[in-house]
């Protein structure tokens, strides 16, 4: 069975940086397409950035360009995501996802597996 475990969430202030992670295991990660989503109170879960098997093709949001770097080490079958200059808006909770399918998705119902979720508040 997938597990997909986020860890480095937090609080921090406007301008602030983060660098979240989300270690996998279960199954075979480097062949796993990869993405970080967020859902705001009230709000629908969106992709935040997505990444290839192999991390050579990389795709964000708007919102979140030259700010955010999703990157993966899969010896280590982990994925991340720098945020820098962080502002209230990214204020979310922030969750992984796997994909089994051969190419870059971002949309939510392309992804298999899914982990719990870590808090990020950005106080203005």
């Known amino acids: 069975q997938v597990q997909l475990v986020e860890s480095g969430g937090g609080l921090v202030q406007t301008g602030g940086s983060l660098r979240l992670s989300c270690a996998v295991s279960g199954g075979t990660f480097s062949r796993y397409v990869m993405g970080w989503f967020r859902q705001a109170p009230g709000k629908e879960r969106e992709v935040v950035a997505a990444i290839s098997s192999s991390g050579l093709y990389k795709t964000y949001a708007d919102s979140v360009k030259g700010r955010f770097t999703i990157s993966r080490d899969n010896a280590k079958n982990t994925l991340y995501v720098q945020m820098n200059n962080l502002n209230p808006e990214d204020t979310a909770v922030y969750y992984c996802?796997?994909?089994?399918?051969?190419?870059?998705?971002?949309?939510?119902?392309?992804?298999?597996?899914w982990g719990q979720g870590t808090q990020v508040t950005v106080s203005s």
């Open positions: 996802a796997a994909s089994t399918q051969a190419v870059v998705r971002t949309r939510y119902a392309d992804y298999n597996y």
